[in-house]
Nanobody, 116 residues
Framework: EVQLVESGGGLVQPGGSLRLSCAAS????????MSWVRQAPGKGLEWLSG???????TYGDSVKGRFTISRDNAKNTLYLQLNSLKTEDTAIYYC??????????RGQGTQVTVSS
């Protein structure tokens, strides 16, 4: 059974930073493409970033240059470093394996709130 547990969210001021973590189990993490997605209040899922098993990364336009995805295959853990946060980054953040649209491939999420 796929298990993904996100942590690290919280309340931060605009311009601040957070580091999200995602502990994975129930599948062969090292060989799986992983993503971070988010859902803002009243909106649909937005794909943010992905990382392949060999560490190649891709970012959506809304977070490029501000967020950094990484993984530690030895620890079965996915990370997302969030810098230069904006109020519009407020959302629930999920780590996910493909297809991320299937809720079974996402964790419960961690809330990020950007507010002064």
């Amino acid at each position: 059974e796929v298990q993904l547990v996100e942590s690290g969210g919280g309340l931060v001021q605009p311009g601040g930073s957070l580091r999200l973590s995602c502990a994975a189990s129930g599948f062969t993490f090292i060989s799986v493409y992983m993503s971070w997605v988010r859902q803002a209040p009243g909106k649909g899922l937005e794909w943010l970033s992905g990382i392949s098993s060999d560490g190649s990364t891709t970012y959506g336009d809304s977070v490029k240059g501000r967020f950094t995805i990484s993984r530690d295959n030895a620890k079965n853990t996915l990370y997302l470093q969030l810098n230069s946060l904006k109020t519009e980054d407020t959302a629930i953040y999920y780590c996910a394996k493909a297809p991320y649209s299937d809720s079974k491939n996402r964790g419960q999420g961690t809330q990020v709130t950007v507010s002064s």
